[in-house]
């Protein structure tokens, strides 16, 4: 059997760069599946203002959440272009093992 030893830094390295990929497509899903959420609450409430009144703030809720999350990737990327430090890219020295 292959032992590969203890994890180390760079897997550590690895781990994070692994999740900051997954965060961002995870938060649109999640998102999403917001709006959809407000959408039902909307067909459901019935005319009831209060209902109402919940369903439009799940609603803004989740759309700023789509604004807040697109406007904080493009500012990283602005900035990556405009210094050309990766900010979206976590490596802590082992460079063989970024991704």
């Known amino acids: 059997m292959n032992n590969p030893g203890p994890a180390g830094l760079p897997q ?4 994070i ?3 900051i990929n997954i965060s ?3 938060a649109f899903v999640i998102l999403t599946v917001m709006l959809v959420f407000a959408g039902y609450k909307f067909i459901q409430s019935g005319g009831d203002q209060k209902q109402l009144q919940a369903a439009r703030g799940t609603l803004q809720w989740a759309v700023f959440g789509i604004g807040f999350t697109a406007l904080g ?3 990283l990327k602005t900035i ?4 050309g430090v990766t900010l979206t890219q976590f490596c802590i020295g082992f460079r063989p093992y970024c991704l």
């Open 24 to 26: 961002i497509p995870l």
């Open 73 to 75: 990737w493009v500012a």
């Open 17 to 19: 760069q692994r999740l």
């Open 80 to 83: 990556e272009n405009f210094t």
């Open 12 to 15: 550590f390295q690895q781990l």
